[in-house]
């Protein structure tokens, strides 16, 4: 158990809906992170967050997607008007700034799958 | 951060150690080697890091050869539930300037048959 929680683990939805991610991370972890994996893929990075702040996102965010972490605690992930493109493993991960080792702590993951 | 060279997969008999290899010759100065797995249907897992000297925890040892250009995973006696991928990342140690994302590559898929 790493603590860092994912809410829903698996999402059906169909194409065009809008669908949103929930992210509690560890909980004095400063830094926060969202990736996505592909079936055969390494995960790839999407954004990241210092407390509240957004301070990188990748290009592989589109304008469908945005990101939030309000009060610097759990996060969302919003993807507006999804595509088939869009199915796969959400991940979050999450880790605190200055700690020896610098790693990041995953979630389990979210399963979208557009139809 | 560097690009790493991982082999596709590999197999390892029960009990047996686990060789991991892992390529990084455009490797900086500043620049660490983090490994990570990923066992199927969880997220990515923290394994081990180093700088140049060898290290070792309660999971696995890191090998770095001493120019820094490749380095080796071992798992001393791998057991079925080490089948996974085994992501070899280089980066540098985060800085106020360094967000200390990950970049993965595809890694390498480990399988412990017994």
Sequence with gaps: DTGVSQ???????????????????ISEHNRLYW??????????????????????KSRLLSDRFSAERPKGSFSTLEIQRTEQGDSAMYLCASS??????????FGP????TVL | DAKTTQPTSMDCAEGRAANLPCNHSTISGNEYVYWYRQIHSQGPQYIIHGLKNNETNEMASLIITEDRKSSTLILPHATLRDTAVYYCIV?????SSNTGKLIFGQGT??????
């Design chain 1, 7 to 25: 809410d829903p683990r698996h999402k059906i939805t169909k194409r065009g809906q809008n669908v949103t991610f929930r992210c509690d991370p």
């Design chain 1, 35 to 56: 990736y996505r994996q592909t079936l055969g893929q390494g995960p790839e990075f999407l954004t990241y967050f210092q407390n509240e702040a957004q301070l990188e």
């Design chain 1, 96 to 105: 605190l700034e200055l700690r020896l080792k610098n790693e990041q702590f």
């Design chain 1, 109 to 112: 993951g979210t399963r979208l």
């Design chain 2, 91 to 95: 980066r540098t140690f985060h800085g």
């Design chain 2, 109 to 114: 898929t480990l399988q412990v048959k017994p």
